[in-house]
C-alpha cells in the first residue's frame, strides 16, 4: 500500500504533541520511559491531531466522562455514569481513500502504525504492546474510503477481563457485544436527526464486521455498505461533513453484573474533516505481511444496543 507523497505532508491546521509515557521500575528509583512509536503514531497521517475546542479537519480525543456508559448498579436501577478514562490510549487515526475497499490494514507491510511499533521493537522496546484497531470502511463507485481508529497499550491486557474476553473470544461473543456510542457535538440538525444524537449500536449485530486478531493487536473491519439504511445515513452525513464534530467511543458491551462498570476502549472527535484530506492508496492490490491467526467473518441483522436511545442503523 503507497501513499502520495502530497497526501501525506504535514497539514497546517493546528496540531497537538502529546507525549506517552509509563513508569517503569529499576532497583528503588522510577524512571518514565517514554514511549516514541504512540507519539509518532499520533502525529502521523494526513489528518492532524487537533485542539479539542477549536480543532477543524482532524481528529482528537474527546473526555470519556462525556459519554454514559452502565454504571455498577444499572442492572437494579438502570442508571449510567460518567465513562472515565479510556482503556487503551489513542494512538492516531488514518482517513484513507483507494480504488478497492481496505481490509485487515494492520497486517499491510507499509502501514505506518504497525512499522511505528515495530521500529521501537527492534530497539528491544515495547515488547508488550497491543494495537486495537477500528476501520470503518465507506462504500463508493469509483472510489472507497475508510476512517480507521487505532488505540494500544504498552503492558499487556488485563488477563479475565472483559476486553481480554473480547480480543480472545470468538466473532459470536464479539457479535453481541462490540458497542458504538456516539455524540454530534456541530452539526445541522437534518445530520443530527439521521444519525441520532447521544445513541448507541451494537455494530457487531448491525453491520458485517471481519475480526483480524494478529499476535499483537486485533482489527475490526466494519462495513458500513452491509447496511441500505447505514450507508445511506452516512453518505448524508458526509455531504456536511465539513462543518459536522462528531465523537465516537468504542465499548465491549457488560451484560452481567460481573462485568460492571461499563469501561471505554477508546474514543475520537472527528472535526469538521475534509473529504479531500485522504490519503491516497495509490496501489490496494498487495498482499499483508503476514496471515494473521484468527481472522472471521461475522454478518447478522440489524440490532441496537438493548438499553440505549435508538441509534438509525
Not at 517514554?34 to 502525529?43: F, G, L, M, P, R
Request: hydrophobic residues 35%; contains cysteine; proline residues 4%.
Amino acid at each position: 500500500m503507497e501513499f502520495s507523497s502530497a497526501q501525506c505532508a504535514p497539514s497546517r491546521r493546528q496540531r497537538m504533541h502529546p507525549t506517552t509515557t509509563t513508569r517503569r521500575s529499576s532497583g528503588d528509583n522510577a524512571a518514565e520511559i517514554k514511549h516514541d512509536w504512540i507519539s509518532e503514531a499520533v502525529n502521523g497521517g494526513s489528518l492532524g491531531h487537533v485542539d479539542l475546542n477549536t480543532g477543524t479537519n482532524g481528529w482528537t480525543s474527546p473526555p470519556g466522562n462525556l459519554f454514559a456508559l452502565r454504571s455498577n448498579n444499572y442492572f437494579t436501577k438502570r442508571q449510567k455514569s460518567p465513562a472515565g478514562e479510556y482503556l487503551l490510549s489513542p494512538a492516531g487515526m488514518d482517513w484513507l481513500k483507494s480504488t478497492t475497499k481496505l481490509d485487515n490494514i494492520l497486517a499491510r507491510a507499509d502501514n505506518r502504525i504497525t512499522n511505528a511499533l515495530r521500529k521501537s521493537q527492534a530497539q528491544n522496546h515495547s515488547l508488550k504492546s497491543f494495537i486495537f484497531a477500528v476501520n470503518l470502511q465507506i462504500p463508493g463507485g469509483k472510489e472507497h474510503h475508510s476512517a480507521v481508529f487505532y488505540f494500544a497499550t504498552n503492558e499487556p491486557i488485563q488477563t479475565g477481563s472483559l476486553l481480554y474476553r473480547f480480543i480472545n473470544g470468538d466473532d459470536s461473543f464479539r457479535n453481541q457485544r462490540f458497542k458504538l456510542v456516539n455524540r454530534i457535538v456541530k452539526g445541522p440538525w437534518i445530520v443530527k436527526k439521521a444519525v441520532g444524537n447521544h445513541s448507541a449500536c451494537l455494530l457487531g449485530k448491525a453491520l458485517t464486521c471481519n475480526y483480524h486478531r494478529g499476535s499483537n493487536y486485533l482489527e475490526i473491519d466494519v462495513d458500513i455498505g452491509s447496511s441500505a439504511i447505514a450507508n445511506a445515513i452516512l453518505h448524508l452525513a458526509l455531504g456536511y461533513v465539513t462543518s459536522v464534530t462528531i465523537d465516537m467511543g468504542f465499548v465491549v458491551e457488560a451484560q452481567t453484573e460481573d462485568e460492571l462498570p461499563e469501561r471505554l476502549i477508546g474514543a475520537v472527535r472527528v472535526c469538521q474533516m475534509e473529504m479531500s484530506s485522504a490519503t491516497v492508496v495509490v496501489d490496494s492490490s498487495h498482499a499483508p505481511m503476514s496471515v494473521p491467526r484468527g481472522i472471521g467473518l461475522a454478518k447478522v441483522n440489524h440490532h441496537k444496543s438493548e438499553d440505549e436511545e435508538e441509534s438509525n442503523f
